[in-house]
C-alpha cells in the first residue's frame, strides 16, 4: 500500500495484484497484474480517476488515507468494468458529496452493473473539462477501446493521459515505471491481443484521435506508467494497421500423431521457403500467446485430427476465440487426418464468420500420412508462400 | 433498400426484417431510422455501420 507522486499533485492510489494468475476466469496472467488508479488535486478541487477491482478496496482506501484526502470532489469513471470500477459504491458512499464523472453510455453501465444512483452523477459529453483550480481535466470519448463506454481523461497543464484500459498491460510493475521495455512491449501487445483486437478499427481511430494531444506521460489502469508515450502509440499504430508479416501461425492438436507429422512437414517446408512459423501445441499452449502471434500473422493453418465426427474440442476451442479476436490475418486453412469420415473441414470454416481470411484448400486426409499427402503439404507450403508474395512480404526467393 | 452490417460485432440491419427486439417494423431504410438508435448486439451508433 503505497502512494506515489507521479507528477506535481498527481499521485497513484491502486493496487498491485502480483500473485493474480486468471481474468476474466479466462486470460492468463503471467505477470500478475495491477488496477491503478489516480489521484488529482488542484488547488480548489479534488478527483480521484478510477478505482480498483474489488478484492483491493481496502488497498484504495487506505491509500487514500494515507494521502490525508478528506474530501474528493469528483469520482472519475473512465470504463465501467469492475476491475476499474468496482470500488466505486464504496468510495461513493465513503465521499458523499463527491460527483461520479460519466459519460451517457457509462451513465446507463454503472447504474446496471453498481446500483449507482443516477443523482449523483454528472454526465459529460466529448471534450467537457472540468476545472480543480490549475488543473483541467479534459475528457475524450473513445468509444470501443474496449466497450462502447470507454473514455480517456487528459490532464491538460501536466499533459497526462489516464487511458484507463487503452495502452494499457497485465503486468505488476512496483516501481509503476517501464524499467525494461521489450517486457513491457510483449506484456502490452499480448493485452492489446486479447482485449483491444476485436476492436481494431475503433482503437485505430481512437488512436488517431489522443495522437493529437501533446502527452508527456501516459497512465493506464493496468501496468507500469509510460514516460516515453511515443514508442507505446507507434506499437499500436503497427498492431492496428493493415499491414500483416511474413508469418504462419499453426494452432494444433494431434492424437495418434498423424497431424503433428503433417504440422512438423509444413513448418519444414514454409521454413525452407523463407516464412516465419509459430507453431502452438494446444494442449500445452498458453491462450494469451497465440493471440499474440494473431497480432501479426498473414496466414493461420488449424491443424487438428477429426474426434468422432469433427474436430478436437482443442482446435474447437482456438477456432472460437480467434473468430472473436477477429486478427487481420489474411489466409486460413486446415490440415489433419480422420481415421473413417466427418466433417472436421466444414464444420471448422462455419466457426468463423468473423474472420475476412481467404480459405486456402485444406490438406485433410485418410490415416496416416504417406509420401503423397507431404507432397501435397508442400503443395501447401507452396501456395502460402505465393500468396505472401503476391501481397507483398515475402520476396522473389 | 440496403442493408448495413456493425462493423464492430456484424450484426446486420436488414430493412425488410425490420429490427424485431427494438419494436422497428420491417420496411424502414436504415437512414431513417429514430436518431437515438444503436446496434441491439453491441450498442455501436449507426456511423459503425456500412453498406452490404
Known sequence: MVVQEIAPGIFSVGALDHDRRLFDSLIPLPQGTSYNAYLVRGKTKTALIDTVDPAKEL??????????????????????????????????????????????????????????????????????????????????????????????????????????????????????????????????????????????????????????????????????????????????????????????????????????????HLTDALRERGIRVLPFNLVVTDIGDLAMALVDAATIVVGTPTVIFGPHPQAVYAAYLANLLRPKTRFITVIGSYGWGGKTVETLKGMLPRMQAELLEPVYIKGAPGAQDMRSIEVLADRIAAKHREIGILGKG | MDSYQCTICGHIYDPAKGEPSMNIQSGIDFSKLPGDWHCPICMASPDKFVKV
Open chain 1, 59 to 264: 488497498e484504495l482506501v487506505t491509500n487514500l488515507v494515507k494521502a490525508k484526502v478528506d474530501t474528493v470532489d469528483y469520482i472519475i469513471i473512465n470504463h465501467a468494468e469492475q476491475d476499474h470500477s468496482g470500488t466505486l459504491p464504496m468510495i461513493a458512499e465513503i465521499f458523499p458529496g463527491a460527483k461520479i464523472v460519466v459519460n451517457d453510455k457509462c451513465l446507463d453501465q454503472v447504474k446496471h452493473l453498481l446500483d449507482i444512483e443516477e443523482e449523483r452523477c454528472m454526465v459529460i459529453k466529448d471534450r467537457d473539462t472540468i476545472d480543480l483550480g490549475g488543473k483541467t481535466l479534459e475528457f475524450i470519448l473513445t468509444p470501443w477501446v474496449h466497450w462502447p463506454e470507454t473514455m480517456v481523461t487528459f490532464a491538460r497543464e501536466d499533459r497526462v493521459l489516464f487511458s484507463c484500459d487503452f495502452f494499457g498491460s497485465h503486468y505488476s510493475e512496483s516501481t509503476l515505471r517501464v524499467v525494461e521495455w521489450g517486457e513491457i512491449y510483449r506484456a502490452s501487445k499480448r493485452y492489446y491481443a486479447e482485449i483491444m483486437m476485436p476492436f481494431r478499427s475503433s482503437v485505430r481511430e481512437n488512436l488517431e484521435k489522443v495522437g493529437t494531444l501533446d502527452i508527456r506521460m501516459i497512465a493506464p489502469s493496468h501496468g507500469p506508467i509510460h514516460t516515453e508515450p511515443r514508442l507505446i502509440m507507434d506499437a499500436y499504430r503497427d498492431w492496428t494497421s493493415d499491414t500483416v508479416k511474413n508469418e504462419v501461425v499453426i494452432p494444433y492438436v494431434s492424437m495418434h500423431g498423424s497431424t503433428e507429422k503433417m504440422v512438423n
